[in-house]
């Protein structure tokens, strides 16, 4: 005997088949019952959020091997258009000092300004610009949960860059002199290569490819981006960081549990996806805390004595994603390097 077991919402029945009958009857159970139906497996934490007891502790769900399990899909959608530093016409306030109306009328004026933008960007089905109709631009109900990402220090804003840091941006520059922007393809950003957004460029909120896949295994942890199609592999098995001559575009990721969160230290950056400015150096330290099912509390904070002389950090929410990461795609479409390149050639030859 099969023994089957078929979970729907407010329900749930087994079904005991001869395995000579079971391919069948299986088939059509699948085929007649709703799509919310499910054959029954291990929990994914990225359901449909719950609204939380203000008393009630989350109880995040454990791996096979033992592991807090905070697999699954991902979303930072509903943070698009938060800003990364607090706005000039809110200084004096801190992150903490909003209250729902106030947050409401940000959300408003950011829904808002989204919906302009995706309008100026995507035009009508009539009067496409070329980036795409409206409904490409995944953000444009985004919820903002927060005023804004920094949350260290205080004032929401990013530290200046020291004299150290100053002099490496000036040495780079000069670097450059006399050359354009577009003389090269190597004189565009790696983005535009569709070779890497770096960490964490890779997971701020864009105007579409907003999605997070999270996928553990004993001694690991993969988290694999929607955009440029990146997947960065964190250790946990405790072995030391690569030799400081080894240098990598996502950075030498390590991982450690700290009761139910996962805290990645990343270090050993390449110097072409310098985040902010930052030295090679840098040490960004990372917190993901379950805070709900398919929820996410998302913590960087960043410290690099050359570039900055005290340590700042950022952080959001990610919630849950009902779809998967689809494939980016970025070689195969993009156009738009050598459009820019020949764009530029016709330009020189035009002298405009």
């Known amino acids: 005997m099969l023994s089957i077991t078929i979970l729907h919402e407010d329900c749930a029945m087994t079904l005991r088949l001869r395995r000579s009958s079971a391919r069948p009857v299986l088939l059509f159970v699948l085929v007649s019952l709703p799509a919310t139906v499910a054959v029954a497996q291990r929990p994914t934490p990225n359901a449909a959020p719950v609204k939380e007891s203000s008393t009630a502790r989350y109880v995040v769900p454990r791996t096979p091997w033992g592991d807090p399990d905070i697999q699954g899909v991902y979303t930072n959608r509903d943070e698009y258009g938060t800003p990364f ?14 209250n729902e109306a106030e947050m409401a009328a940000l959300r408003k004026q950011r829904l ?22 409206s409904h490409w631009y995944e953000h444009l109900n985004a919820t903002n949960a927060q005023p ?13 860059t020291n004299a150290e840091g100053q002099r490496r941006a000036a040495a780079r520059q000069a670097a450059r002199k006399g050359r354009g922007p577009s003389d090269s393809w190597t004189d565009r950003s790696l983005t535009d290569r569709c070779i890497t957004r770096g960490a964490p ?20 942890v993969v988290i694999r981006t929607e955009m440029i199609h990146e997947a960065r592999v964190i250790l946990l098995d405790g072995r030391p960081a690569l030799p400081a001559g080894i240098r990598q575009l996502m950075g030498d990721a390590r991982g450690r549990w700290d009761g139910d969160t996962l805290v990645v230290t990343t270090t050993g ?23 709900g099912p398919g929820r996410l509390r998302w913590e960087v904070r960043f410290e690099d004595p050359s570039t900055w002389d005290r340590p700042w950090a950022f952080a959001m929410p990610l919630g849950p994603e009902a779809t998967p990461v689809f494939e980016y795609a970025c070689h195969e479409g993009n156009y738009g390097l050598a459009n820019i390149l020949s764009a530029a050639r016709a330009s020189e030859r035009t002298g405009r």
């Open 112 to 133: 808002d300004q989204a919906a302009r933008q995706a309008r100026s960007i995507g035009g009508t089905q009539d009067e496409d610009t070329g980036a795409g109709p």
């Open 201 to 220: 460029g890779s997971m701020i909120p864009g105007v579409y490819g907003a999605a997070y896949d999270i996928t553990q295994a004993p001694g690991v």
């Open 269 to 291: 950056f390449d110097g072409r996806v310098a985040y902010r400015g930052s030295g090679d150096r840098l040490t960004m330290t990372e917190r993901f805390t379950p805070i």
């Open 85 to 98: 530093e607090r706005p000039q016409d809110l200084a004096g306030r801190t992150i903490g000092d909003f």
């Open 148 to 160: 804004w990402f920094v949350v260290e220090p205080a004032d929401g804003l990013v530290p200046p």
